[in-house]
């Protein structure tokens, strides 16, 4: 079976960390084809989350827990992204960047939809990308949970943000469970536009803002 393309963000493709060619076990990096769609730089905040979804070892290499596995933790935001406040704002996008790698590695687009816009194109695209790995290919992880910073671009009445993560080393595996190709650590960047829509907050636009490969 072929390698394949472990992704977020672009316009007809989704991609972040990717996996291309063949061979055993290739050990791959991504490549970022989009831009932010946000403007100015604001304020910031350098207040990080914790990752809860599984160990690394001393390779580097991470290796799945039970949490990441649970679905019903990324269903719905946590108390402190529900506010109605730029506080509560930026712990949605942070929480939000946690959930497009969950879904990705359960394989269940529908985390995303939950949390979008009906007009957000890209998060279509990145949760039908989530569906598709049924039967081809699936992180052996959430790659996204790490989450390094958070800031604001923009704030008004259309606040935009800009999350870092930190992507550990690991592994794509096929629906046996068996490994089919390593993912490089990267650090990558996600901006996103949000909307308050029913008393909760939605991403209406989103991003891939940069991509570097970790030496």
């Not at 930026?90 to 995303?112: C, P, R």
Request: glycine fraction near 8%; hydrophobic fraction near 30%; include cysteine.
């Amino acid at each position: 079976m072929g390698t394949r393309t472990l992704g977020l963000l672009a316009v007809g493709a989704v991609t972040l960390a990717g996996c291309t060619g063949g061979g055993e076990d290739p050990e791959t990096s991504s490549t970022s084809i989009a831009t932010p769609t946000s403007a100015s730089s604001s304020t910031s905040s350098s207040s990080a989350t914790s990752s809860s979804g599984g160990s690394t070892t001393n390779s580097g290499e991470a290796t799945p827990s039970s949490s990441t596995d649970d679905a019903a933790r990324w269903t719905s935001p946590p108390e402190a992204a529900r506010a109605n406040t730029r506080q509560g704002a930026q712990e949605f996008a942070k929480w939000y960047t946690q959930v497009t790698g969950a879904a990705q590695h359960l394989m269940d687009g529908d985390l995303i939809r939950e949390q979008s816009t009906s007009g957000c194109v890209k998060c279509e695209d990145i949760a039908t990308f989530a569906d598709s790995g049924r039967g081809v290919q699936h992180p052996s992880i959430n790659p996204y949970e790490d989450v390094t910073n958070a800031r604001v671009l923009k704030w008004g009445t259309k606040p935009t943000f800009q999350v870092d993560i930190s992507i550990p080393r690991h592994h794509l595996l096929n629906d046996q469970g068996e490994k089919e190709a390593t993912v490089r650590a990267e650090k990558a960047g996600i901006a996103m536009r949000l909307v308050r829509s029913s008393d909760v907050w939605r991403v209406s636009e989103v991003t891939l803002a940069y991509r570097e490969n970790e030496s």
